[in-house]
């Protein structure tokens, strides 16, 4: 009996770990949510006070602030520069109607020797004539010839020069964009223009042709394809300006040798066609005939000054 009524009263220990685990669950979610709405509510603090558009990025923000910087004290610098310009303007004036015999005289003195330069020039040119650049004179040639007219300022003067145009592609490539935004060739463009001189630099691309003959028959179709549009226009054939050391030595193509021998084809062709041949590279070249390396940057485009004495070449002898 004893032993019965034992086994009734008996319980079991309870188990404390297995108490604690509702309780640590409910701690690890409620602290998830309260850091969620924590974190939500900071973030909808800090963007309230962005403007529309504004990025929220220090580096970008301190960009923009140094341009907008930037704008206002130009715009400052601009306004005084302008309100300078303006006094130095009154003052200047003011000077003039004050020195006006003596501005008088020095401008009569700068016309007499503009008239003695511009002799100079005509007795320098064959024709005894000094020579203009107006919309009646064409250049045809490569990017050289377009350094030639952007850097001598030549804008009234007829360019048909673009970038790889070579013997052949001169007559067929449409490149001349008309007023209503269509392209033509240089040859259609040529009938509707009153032009009476054309200057042809063309060669320097072809130097890796295998055939240089084809060179010499394609540059004569060239010049009886101008004759056909223009019977009476001049023509001028330039020869291929010459590399410069550096480049020569170590161009396969791009070299003097090459430049040499296309330009005997290109005198060869000037007395076939009966057109002048213009010897340019005798103006630009050194002692020992390459273009000097102050000339260009890449050994054979010329900078500022070499397309001035270009020009002055073609002023003096054509």
């Not at 509510?41 to 990025?55: A, M, Q, R, V």
């Not at 140094?66 to 003052?91: H, R, W």
């Not at 300022?153 to 209503?180: C, E, H, P, R």
Request: proline share 3%; with cysteine; net charge neutral.
């Amino acid at each position: 009996m004893y032993e019965t009524y034992y086994i009734k009263k008996k319980r079991k220990r309870p188990n404390l770990f297995s108490s604690f685990i509702p309780i640590i669950f409910l701690l690890v979610i409620g602290g998830f949510v309260g850091n969620t709405l924590i974190k939500n509510s900071e973030t909808k603090n800090s963007t309230s006070n962005l403007k529309p558009g504004y990025i929220q990025d220090n580096s970008i923000n301190q960009n923009y602030n140094l341009m907008q910087n930037s704008i206002e004290n130009n715009v400052i610098l601009s306004d005084k520069n302008e309100q300078e310009a303006s006094d130095n303007e009154e003052s200047s004036n003011s000077q003039s109607s004050n020195n006006k015999p003596t501005n008088e005289q020095d401008s009569n003195n700068q016309n007499a020797q503009n008239s003695n330069n511009s002799n100079n020039e005509a007795n320098n040119n064959p024709n005894g004539k000094p020579v203009t650049f107006d919309s009646s004179v064409a250049f045809i040639g490569d990017s050289r010839t377009q350094g030639l007219i952007m850097y001598n300022g030549l804008k009234n003067v007829q360019d048909y020069s673009y970038i790889g145009l070579m013997v052949d592609t001169a007559v067929t490539k449409k490149f001349v964009q008309t007023s209503s935004g269509e392209k033509i060739t240089l040859l259609q463009d040529m009938q509707n223009k009153n032009i009476k001189t054309v200057y042809i630099m063309l060669g320097v691309n072809e130097l890796g042709w295998s055939y240089p003959q084809v060179f010499k028959l394609k540059y004569k179709e060239l010049i009886e394809e101008i004759r056909k549009v223009k019977p009476d226009c001049k023509i001028y054939v330039q020869s291929i300006i010459p590399m410069t050391k550096s480049k020569s030595d170590n161009d396969k193509i791009f070299n003097n040798k090459n430049v040499a021998k296309f330009n005997q084809l290109i005198k060869e062709v000037a007395s076939e066609e009966n057109v002048t041949y213009l010897d340019v590279q005798s103006a630009l070249v050194d002692s020992q005939g390459y273009l000097p390396e102050e000339a260009s940057t890449d050994g054979i485009h010329l900078d500022v000054d070499y397309c001035k004495k270009w020009l002055n070449y073609l002023k003096n002898n054509s």
